[in-house]
């Protein structure tokens, strides 16, 4: 069973134009996107996720959409560090190879709706929703888990969301940091017991 992460990021820079000294003020707060994948995969620091799939939706300048894809399913190598994960990305933009990792011109609707037609059940992160507790988990299907940036979902992927009657669910009333929406995420799912 895959478990798959989108966040979308309005701001994060779309071109590698960022200081990987300075990256959560020269990026356009990319360093959330590499903080999130950190938390989407890693257990601890010698062991991660081989069945996470994450998708960050960049959106800042100077070319967007560019969506970052990170298979945990076929990557080689991989650090619990954040500096490491933000050289890839830059390494990435440059159109370096790099085993599990990608990027591509894609857009948050057009990603949304390939997750849905390839039969994962998408579920909006939102501390409004219904607990995540009291929604009806089916084991053996795989769950697409949508989150927005340091400012939420903007209002048109919001409204997209709606249209399609994708579920609202809840962490608690307390909006968390998307990483760590991600932590509990994966936390809850390990005790239904997902794999
Ligand atoms: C830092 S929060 C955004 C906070 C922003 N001020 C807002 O009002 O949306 C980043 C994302 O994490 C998710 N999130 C934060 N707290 C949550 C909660 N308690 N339950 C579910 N999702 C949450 C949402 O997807 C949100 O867009």
Redesign the pocket.
Known sequence: MKRIFIVKSSTAFTAPIFNIRSLASSSGRLDIICRCILNAFFIDKDMFRRNVVFYGVLEGPPDPPKTIVVDGSSIDSFLLDEVWVANVILDLMHGKYFKGFNILKMSFNSLVNLIRASGAKLL????D?IPIENYGFELGADYCF????????DRDSEKLLISMGVPM??????????SQ?IWLVNNFMDGLGFE
């Open positions: 909006y992160l939102h501390e929703g949508i989150l927005g940036d340091q400012i939420g979902l669910v809840s962490l608690g009333r307390i909006a968390y940091l998307s929406c």
